[in-house]
């Protein structure tokens, strides 16, 4: 069996909280909707990704991926994390 491995790219994402909503709107070009927060204390966010999938649903500290074909799509933290690191902005 033949392994392979990621090739280098550089992407933008931004991570969801329940206070950034508008900045995710903004950053997607309205591919984001149905903002939803759990009525209980401490409840969760939640917020609806059009993917080229179909929808999906992003759990708060989901990261929000603008995709090298402009798409858009969550990626859990954890996932992120060992995926991803931060580039050089310069």
């Known amino acids: 069996m033949k392994k392979y491995k990621t090739k280098p790219c550089e992407i933008e ?3 969801f909280t329940r206070y950034n909503f508008q900045e995710i709107y903004e950053f ?11 009525r209980r204390p401490n409840g969760r966010a939640f917020c609806t990704v ?3 999938e179909g929808p999906m649903r ?9 995709g090298l074909r402009g798409e858009y799509y ?7 994390i060992k995926k ?3 580039a050089d902005n310069e």
């Open 50 to 52: 059009d993917t080229l």
């Open 84 to 86: 991803y690191e931060e």
């Open 58 to 66: 992003a759990t708060e500290n989901d990261y929000i991926i603008r």
């Open 28 to 38: 997607t070009n309205g591919a984001v909707r149905d903002l939803e927060i759990e």
């Open 74 to 80: 969550p990626c859990k933290p954890d996932v992120f």
């Open 13 to 15: 994402a931004v991570q």
